[in-house]
């Protein structure tokens, strides 16, 4: 008999973190039939001698709501071996959409381009079916999209109808399939949010058994007030709790994720359920504005600080603050002021540089950390390399050259144990029966080669990226293949209308 495809020879990693096995993998109509010794001819056969096969990688920290739409290729994160993406991420998303609302600030102006005439999750999946996205996405629903839709940028907190009225956004996308409720509760609106708010709108996600993902309140001085905010909110709410893009920023705070993660592990041991995520670079990257208040800026974090695009003074994507200070004879702080300012100034996307080394290990190390790119989709300028680099990185640098994980831990955290938390139903695992999401790798080359001069660059070692069933990338060049579905919690695939 004769099926779609036949990947033969390979040494495979089934996403559980249990030790590579040989064998052959039978993929027909977008499932795994079988794994051991393929019994079948494929239209289409790899020989896959010398390679590891998982699971395709899951991104459980995205912000391509709005590249979906405008790049569904997304040949950034396919070329990586990522075959899920979960979008929604820091309170942003793409939905809920109110036609008389500006989507940029509804989006935090991370979105890149989120538009169309939807305004549900129902909507949003129809909008990026139509333009046949090459990998699969599942979202969150943001609090910040959620508060800015009620109550705008209002600095306040909400009435009890305003209250009311959101709760009802984030059940109404929870009943359409999003897998969470997300926060950003360092970015406006979020951060003008009382605990309590957070609670009411996150017990909305627990009758669907949806969890709580937060870009914490405070990363920096605060940290570990902000767990302790982030496990009280689980445990009030009643959901899971994962904590986005852990560190403990600026050169002060460094060494504190130990302590955070040992108030994480003290839970976990208490029997509440809490997962994180990580990014495996030493900066971060966001909008500018948000960092900043213009009455008393930062220096320290000025100097720290790259632009990675600004509308406002195209010359300045790619250099250190301190550089283009120094060239005009003012200070880093100057120069923000002045970015700031400018008009279409709050477009300005930055990279930073306020991360330790030996907390990305510590991180990394840990057995609930998840893998998230943060990666922001805008392709102008010189974004973060995190965007077109992060999975092979954790391969590359943290398996590979440094041994801060295993190889079969490391797939097992990118894998399974994402679909696990995030409700991928049949994915993360190579089974017999499970959707044939998988990716084809060699150990021994796989790489990041974006670098933040050279940001835009494909990893090596991903040979093959399978999507659904169909083979969607070879050697990093898609394929054409565009087989990506829209996820629905713990349940099918959502195909459509
Ligand atoms: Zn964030």
């Keep these: 008999m004769t099926i779609d495809l036949v990947i033969r020879g390979a040494s495979i990693l089934d996403g559980s973190g249990g030790p590579a096995f040989e064998g052959d993998v039978e993929v027909d109509a977008g499932l795994i039939r079988a794994v051991g010794t393929a019994s079948s001819a494929g239209r289409e056969e790899v020989d896959a001698r010398g390679l590891t096969l998982a699971p395709g990688f899951v991104d459980v920290h995205a912000h391509d709501d709005g590249a979906f739409i405008r790049h569904p290729d997304m040949a950034f994160k396919l070329a990586q071996g990522v075959t899920t993406c979960v979008c929604g991420n820091c309170g942003f998303s793409a939905i809920p959409a109110s036609p008389g609302l500006d989507r940029a600030t509804a989006g935090g102006g991370i979105l890149a381009g989120a538009e169309g005439d939807f305004t549900d999750l129902e ?78 709108l996150a017990r909305e996600a627990a009758p669907f058994g949806g969890l709580y993902a937060t ?152 057995p609930a950390m998840m893998v998230g790119s943060d990666g922001i989709p805008e392709l102008s300028g010189k974004p973060h390399p995190r965007l077109f680099g992060t999975f092979p990185r954790v391969l590359g640098e943290y398996v590979r050259r440094r041994g801060v994980v295993s190889l079969p831990e490391a797939v097992r955290r990118m894998t399974s144990a994402p679909a696990e938390t995030f409700g991928l139903l049949g994915r993360g695992r190579i089974e017999a029966g499970a959707h044939a999401d998988l990716v084809l790798f060699d150990p021994g080359s796989v790489a990041d080669l974006a670098t933040y001069d050279e940001p835009k660059r494909p990893p090596a070692g991903i040979a093959l990226v399978v999507v659904n069933g169909r083979v969607a990338c070879r050697d990093a060049v898609p394929t054409g293949e565009r087989a990506g579905q829209m996820l629905r919690y713990r349940r099918e695939a959502y195909v459509g209308a």
């Design 215 to 366: 870009h914490m309140r405070n990363e920096a001085d605060h940290l570990l007030d902000a767990v302790e905010e982030t496990l009280a909110i689980g445990r009030e709410a009643g959901v899971h709790a994962h904590i986005s893009h852990h560190k403990a920023s600026g050169r002060r705070n460094w060494g504190k994720v130990k302590d955070s993660l040992a108030r994480v592990d003290a839970a976990r041991a208490a029997g509440q359920p809490v997962t994180l995520d990580v990014y495996p670079y030493t900066a971060g990257s966001g909008r500018m504005i948000e960092y900043f208040d213009l009455a008393a800026i930062d220096a320290d974090l000025a100097e720290a600080m790259r632009i990675a695009s600004c509308p406002a003074f195209p010359d300045f994507e790619g250099r250190m603050v301190r550089d283009i200070a120094a060239g005009r004879g003012t200070s880093a702080a100057e120069i923000v002021r002045l970015i700031l300012t400018a008009p279409r100034g709050e477009a300005t996307l930055c990279i930073q540089f306020t991360i330790d080394e030996a907390d990305v290990e510590t991180n990394l190390r840990h």
């Design 123 to 200: 909507g949003y999946f129809d909008a990026v079916l139509a333009r046949a996205p090459a990998i699969n996405e599942m979202m969150l629903v943001g609090h910040n999209t959620v508060r800015a839709t009620i109550m705008g940028l209002e600095p306040r907190a909400p009435t009890r109808v305003e209250l009311d009225r959101m709760r009802s956004h984030v059940r109404e996308a929870m009943e359409q399939g999003a897998c969470g409720f997300s926060t950003g509760l360092i970015y406006r609106p979020g951060r003008w949010s009382q605990t309590d708010e957070v609670i009411e």
